[in-house]
């Protein structure tokens, strides 16, 4: 059992910042896949960054790529999301999930509560 917990959402401006954080606890998530999901009001649950442990890489959706950044520290048991240059499109509630299997999906067994972010213009 892996047990999520994230933080670091809030309310910022256009072209804005913020740093999310999403510590896990109950064991090593050293062999897992990690991800980054966001649900925004009357749409389906989409992928936004994540690492894949397997292969050892780090993917990005297209529409966060070059803004966003994931870091995963091993030693604290923590992954983050960098988020430079936010816009409203980027408000939704972002989930951590993780998954013994080689990727994160909508189907993986871990998640977090989730944290708000709102970006206004």
């Known amino acids: 059992q892996v047990q999520l917990v994230e933080s670091g959402g809030g309310v910022v401006q256009t072209g804005g910042s913020l740093r999310l954080s999403c510590v896990a606890s109950?064991?090593?998530?050293?062999?897992?896949?990690i991800g980054w999901f966001r649900q925004a009001p009357g749409k389906e649950r989409e992928f936004v960054a994540g690492?894949?442990?397997?292969?050892?890489?780090?993917r990005y959706a297209n529409s966060v790529k070059g803004r966003f950044t994931f870091v995963k520290d091993d030693a604290k048991n923590t992954v983050f999301l960098q988020m430079n240059n936010l816009s409203p499109e980027d408000t939704a509630p972002y989930y951590c999930?993780?998954?013994?299997?080689?990727?994160?999906?909508?189907?993986?067994?871990?998640w977090g509560p989730g944290t708000q972010v709102t970006v206004f213009a």
């Open positions: 690492y894949n442990w397997a292969g050892g890489t780090t």
């Open positions: 999930g993780a998954d013994p299997a080689g990727s994160t999906s909508l189907t993986s067994p871990y």
């Open positions: 109950g064991r090593s998530f050293r062999r897992y896949s």
